[in-house]
């Protein structure tokens, strides 16, 4: 089974700011990698699929990037709407796998 | 574009069963891979299993495997998700999802409350 570890588990910024999430994998995944956001109460959203591919809609400020078994996820401009939990996701592609999460909260 | 239709919440005392429907409209079941995802309070998403059309039988993450079931009608388009043997901590919000245009989980239901409590 693929392991999958998130970096930090929360975090607090100020908006505006720069916030990066780091994932990283037990295992070479190639670029099977994808971010979700996730707000308690309702559906996942997809932000980013296959490690880079920003999702049709998603907001541009949302990007991805890395490959095998190192990965990051950037907010350039964080914003009061994006305070939510985000969650990395392997795609086997008959499994899935989510990481543990990072909470982002506005200072 | 398709959309996904799930069941209202439900209430179950501990060791019931329930058994929770996701409607697809706007496509048809039959070319769509529809997975169960859930979120328990205080925990993280995890995967539960679903069913692949063209792999042809469900598959279930190793921890629910023998207490989740997912079926499938497709004369009306409806999946469904069964979890038995109900315990406090399968309290917790149900998502069903498919992979409709991209390679991972990008439309998804509402999501249906699940509450287990004596």
């Known amino acids: 089974d693929i392991q999958m570890t998130q970096s930090p588990s929360s975090l607090s910024a100020s908006a505006g700011d720069r916030v990066t999430i780091t994932c990283q994998t037990s295992q070479d995944i190639s670029n099977y990698l994808n971010w979700y956001q996730y707000k308690p109460g309702k559906a996942p959203e997809l932000l980013i699929y296959d490690a880079s591919n920003l999702k049709t809609g998603a907001p541009s400020r949302f990007s991805g990037s890395g490959s095998g078994t190192n990965f990051s996820f950037t907010i350039t401009s964080l914003q009061p709407e994006d305070i939510a939990t985000y969650y990395c996701q392997h795609s086997d592609p008959l499994l899935f796998t989510f990481g543990p999460g990072t909470a982002v909260a506005i200072k | 574009q398709v959309q996904l239709l799930q069941s209202g919440a439900e209430v179950k005392k501990p060791g019931a069963s329930v058994k929770v429907s996701c409607k697809v409209s706007?496509?048809?079941?039959?070319?769509?891979?529809i997975n169960w995802v859930r979120q328990a309070p205080g925990k993280g998403l995890e995967w539960m299993g679903g069913?692949?059309?063209?792999?042809?039988?469900?598959i279930y993450a190793p921890k629910f495997q023998g207490r989740v079931t997912v079926t499938e009608d497709t004369s009306t388009d409806t999946a469904y998700m069964d979890v038995t043997s109900l315990r406090s901590e399968d309290t917790a919000f149900y998502f069903c999802a498919t992979l409709f245009e991209l390679p991972t989980m990008d439309v998804w239901g509402q999501g249906t409350t699940v509450i287990v409590s004596s």
């Open positions: 706007g496509y048809t079941l039959t070319k769509l891979s």
């Open positions: 069913f692949d059309p063209e792999y042809g039988e469900p």
